[in-house]
């Protein structure tokens, strides 16, 4: 009986150890395969369940229509689903294959954020899907441009725009930055054009307008772009080259022609340049952005073409971004300080490498004032100051501002210095090594960073304040520049005595002449502009980055002289980069000319790519 009785427990035990080897290393599986993806609130894709892993793009760009349309066909993996769920928005889903045959898909409700679910039903076994579809005239990814829109006005143009979540509206796709594909594609454009992709492109047009492209590297749907146009290819080196219509060509290449210095700049800092290839496309002036970064292949605003360099810190920033956001991804747009903040400060690194201390300090400040401008225009909702976000049912859009940019890059330049540079540099060409090719929340970096930089030189930081709390903590670096400085003092004079000395504003670069714009005095006078305009021509000032602050004191102070309202018209009707769209736009609502504002949009409205034209619908109450 005894025996019995330890023989059943005996049992009992091994009948327990035996259900929790299975159940427990179950448990274990499952937490591995949902933990592979984050969370994602702009996705309705379940990755976890079924994700796509390879593109097959066949494409025929259609310029009459104002469509693309064709066939995605991706490989995809998954784990016991019934169905994959893919991205897309304002698109025409015509019918949808799995290996090859034909299966019934559905389409969820429409989100205005984000679009429709496409679901299809799959099994275990099924390997591809295929998706024949076409975009639609609401599509908010591509721009189609008209002759009269580009440079050299003989052809039209086209370009797409995919972050944030805009690749869903001109390819049905996993749009969540957490998923990764390589892709092929064939392009068909008009025989007159050119198209390049965020992949190995061609250099020279060829005769049929079939393209075909490939990109080896896995990258986020967001990267994925394309321009069709009349372009020409022109190297700098043998990585490195532009590409830009015929009349821009040798302006830009000129302008560019440090870019192979960046890449060896960039490289000796934080390890090998991983993409081969480092080209830029310097698109119509409507692009709403200064830069993109899409991997092989920058796309670039013509506003940063000023004819002395003063601007390419954004080649700089978009060439940084091979590492931080292309090689390490941003999880989910929560995480998006991931990638600028690193970004600004790998920009400005690299920039102190080419061109010194006193350059790098300047943008350095500009960041500063930027950062300063932006928490007070948000003091009224402090939780938009923190650097981690929390955007769900929000378009990524709204956390695209200072905060990532700026509070990121202060954080790391303060973390560096509390380091010291050396160790800082050590850490992040691991960090950058250590995680290529996959994507980085906020708390796995922490997690990083403790183990790697902090704790491993028994350093305190106040990390979680940083990235967790609105605002900027006190231990912020302490930036100065003596060049800043003497701007400073050449303003206060100017503003107190009336008097300025054009000898010592002769070598002023872009970056102090902003500065000295950007620190006017509430209570600078129409007089005081109307002498700063006719000894410096600031309204003429064919800089664009002086031209547009200059236009925003001139709506903020009413200075109406030297026929500045007309530039301005022109300038917005010219440019859609959305910073500089925007900040002149708000100069007008922030001075009670909202009037103003609208008779200038009505016109130029047509002109800008949806994301600019989004934004500044929303800031004057424009409905179409
Ligand atoms: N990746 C951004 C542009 C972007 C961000 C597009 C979020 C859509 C959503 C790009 O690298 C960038 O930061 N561009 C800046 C230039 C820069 C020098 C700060 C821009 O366009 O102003
Ligand atoms: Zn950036």
Not at 127 to 134: G, Q, V
Not at 220 to 225: D, H, N, R, T
Not at 293 to 315: Q, Y
Not at 587 to 607: C, G, Q, T
Request: proline share 3%.
């Amino acid at each position: 009986m005894p025996q019995n009785h330890i023989m059943k427990k005996i049992n009992l035990l091994s009948f327990l150890v035996l259900i929790c080897l299975t159940s427990c290393t179950d448990i274990k599986k499952e937490e591995k395969v949902s933990k592979k993806y984050a969370e994602e609130p702009h996705s309705f894709s379940k990755p976890n369940q079924a994700v796509i892993k390879h593109l097959n793009l066949d494409i025929n760009v259609n310029f009459d229509s104002k469509q693309i349309e064709g066939t995605a066909t991706y490989n995809i993996t998954s784990n016991e689903a019934s169905e994959i769920i893919l991205d897309t928005k304002f698109l025409e889903i015509k019918n949808v294959l799995a290996d090859n045959k034909e299966v019934k898909f559905s389409l969820g409700d429409f989100n205005k954020q984000l679009g429709k679910a496409l679901k299809i039903p799959i099994t275990s076994a099924t390997k591809t899907i295929t998706i024949h579809y076409n975009t639609t005239n609401k599509t908010e990814a591509l721009q189609w441009l008209t002759p009269q829109q580009t440079a050299d006005k003989t052809d039209p143009f086209l370009f797409t725009q995919g972050q944030a979540i805009l690749t869903r509206t001109w390819i049905p796709i996993q749009d969540s930055p957490q998923i990764r594909v390589t892709y092929n594609a064939t392009v068909k454009v008009p025989s007159s054009l050119m198209a390049v992709m965020s992949a190995e492109n061609p250099k020279v047009k060829n005769e049929d307008g079939i393209y075909t492209f490939k990109m080896k590297q896995a990258i986020s749907p967001y990267l994925i772009a394309l321009s069709v146009g009349n372009i020409e290819y022109k190297a700098v080196s043998n990585r490195t080259g532009i590409y830009a219509e015929k009349s821009v060509l040798d302006k830009a290449h000129e302008e560019f022609s440090d870019m192979e210095k960046m890449v060896a700049a960039a490289e000796n800092l934080y390890g090998d340049y991983d993409w081969e290839q480092f080209d830029v496309i310097v698109l119509p002036p409507s692009f709403p952005f200064g830069g993109m970064e899409n991997p092989r292949l920058t796309f670039a605003t013509p506003t940063v073409i000023a004819g002395d360099k003063s601007l390419t810190s954004l080649i700089a920033h978009e060439l940084a971004h091979s590492w931080s956001g292309n090689l390490v991804t941003n999880a989910t747009w929560d995480d998006f300080w991931l990638n600028e903040g690193f970004t600004v400060y790998f920009e400005l690194r690299i920039m102190e490498a080419l061109y010194g201390k006193d350059r790098a300090n300047m943008l350095a400040l500009i960041a500063k004032q930027d950062l300063e401008d932006e928490l007070e225009g948000f003091k009224d909702s402090p939780e938009d100051t923190k650097l981690k976000l929390n955007l769900k049912g929000r378009n990524p859009d709204d956390g695209m501002n200072s905060i990532a940019y700026d509070k990121g890059y202060l954080f790391l330049r303060t973390l560096e210095e509390t380091v010291g540079r050396e160790k800082f540099d050590v850490f992040l060409k691991n960090y950058f090594k250590t995680h290529a090719f996959s994507t980085m929340t906020t708390e796995k970096f922490i997690t990083y960073l403790n183990a790697n930089l902090l704790e491993k030189n028994q350093v305190e930081f106040n990390t979680e304040e940083w990235i967790y709390k609105p605002g900027v903590p006190k231990n912020q670096s302490i930036i100065t520049s003596d060049k800043f400085s003497n701007v400073e003092k050449v303003l206060s004079e100017f503003i107190n005595k009336n008097r300025i000395d054009a000898t010592i504003t002769k070598n002023w670069t872009t970056q102090e002449w902003v500065h000295f714009i950007r620190n006017f005095p509430k209570e600078i006078t129409v007089e005081q502009l109307t002498t700063l305009d006719t000894t410096f021509n600031l309204t003429s000032s064919t800089n664009s980055y002086i031209a547009m602050v200059w236009f925003e004191k001139a709506i903020t102070h009413n200075y109406r002289g030297n026929n500045v309202d007309a530039t301005i018209e022109a300038f917005l009707t010219n440019v859609g980069r959305r910073w500089y769209v925007s900040t002149i736009f708000k100069a007008y609502k922030n001075s009670s000319k909202v009037d103003e504002a609208l008779a200038i949009y009505k016109k130029s409205r047509a002109n800008y790519h949806s994301v600019t034209a989004n934004t500044i619908d929303d800031m004057l109450g424009y409905k179409e």
